[in-house]
């Protein structure tokens, strides 16, 4: 099951992280703010599948981190995340202001592998919904095929 998600709505997310990550170097600005919509988009899944309206507000000028805030209310656990996506949206700013720059590939590479993190997080916690247990534990996603 390589490769494979386990929640539906991240279907080919993995592919257009890795297609943004080797095509995205021409127009890096663009290519980060998508990256931050799949962020986004993952964070959206994991608010609508506990019942709840994704938000709209933004936090320090991101929907990306609102989602985060609104995710966590009452799922501690989710909070393990925040990091992560407060270095998403840290790779896209550098990507945004600097988009010439030297290291704007290597910035963007970087921005796609915290994309992917995120999603494998909020994927496993979807998978794993319900448990007591640590859940973005490797062992506990390689024993149930991720």
């Not at 992280?17 to 980060?32: K, N, R, T, Y």
């Not at 010439?100 to 998978?127: E, N, P, Q, W, Y």
Request: glycine share 10%.
């Amino acid at each position: 099951m390589s490769g494979e998600v386990a929640y539906p709505a991240f279907a080919g997310i993995e592919e257009r992280i890795d297609s943004i990550a080797m095509d995205g170097g021409s127009e890096p600005a663009c290519a980060a703010a998508e990256l931050l919509a799949i962020g986004e988009r993952v964070l959206e899944a994991w608010v609508r599948a506990r019942g709840e309206a994704p938000t709209e507000a933004s936090n320090g000028g991101f929907r990306l981190l609102a989602l985060h805030r609104q995710g966590a209310r009452g799922e501690p656990s989710f909070d393990a995340c925040r990091e992560t996506c407060r270095e998403l949206v840290y790779h896209c700013n550098l990507i945004a202001l600097e988009p010439d720059h030297r290291d704007a590939g290597h910035r963007l590479t970087l921005a796609a592998m915290i994309t992917r993190h995120l999603m494998l997080f909020v994927s496993g916690k979807l998978g794993l919904a319900g448990l007591s247990e640590l859940y973005c534990s490797p062992m506990r996603l390689r024993a149930s095929g991720h």
